[in-house]
């Protein structure tokens, strides 16, 4: 696994999805990468509409693999620790990697 990102999401959800999405299509970038321990993602704008009973919750649900997109880089652990001096953040299992943005 690299160890250097030109761009580094912490967080597979909504936010980290699309935002990875937008690079990837907007500006044509390849090199990123998603920090994200989960296997599962959790539509969690759709929870207003659980909490009302007009949508079932197991359908919030969907593997991250299948979100993350193609071209990202999903890195399945857990960020324990941010340099940003340093562009690095520490993982759990993935030691430090480091980042442009």
């Known amino acids: 696994m690299k160890s250097?990102?030109?761009?580094?999401?912490?967080g597979g959800g909504t936010a980290g999805?699309?935002?990875a999405a937008q690079f990837i299509k907007q500006k044509n970038l390849k090199d990123?990468?998603?920090i994200e321990p989960a296997s599962t993602h959790?539509?969690?704008p759709a929870w207003t509409l659980v909490g009302a009973?007009?949508?079932?919750?197991?359908?919030?649900?969907k593997p991250m693999a299948?979100?993350?997109?193609?071209?990202?880089?999903w890195i399945k652990?857990?960020?324990t620790g941010f340099e940003p001096e340093n562009n690095l953040v520490h993982t759990k299992?993935?030691?430090?990697?480091?980042?442009d943005y």
């Open 4 to 10: 250097h990102y030109q761009i580094l999401i912490i």
């Open 17 to 19: 999805i699309m935002t």
């Open 32 to 34: 990123i990468a998603i």
């Open 42 to 44: 959790f539509y969690q």
């Open 53 to 61: 009973g007009t949508y079932d919750f197991d359908s919030t649900a």
């Open 66 to 73: 299948d979100v993350i997109p193609k071209d990202a880089v």
């Open 77 to 79: 652990d857990r960020a």
């Open 93 to 99: 299992n993935s030691g430090d990697i480091t980042y």
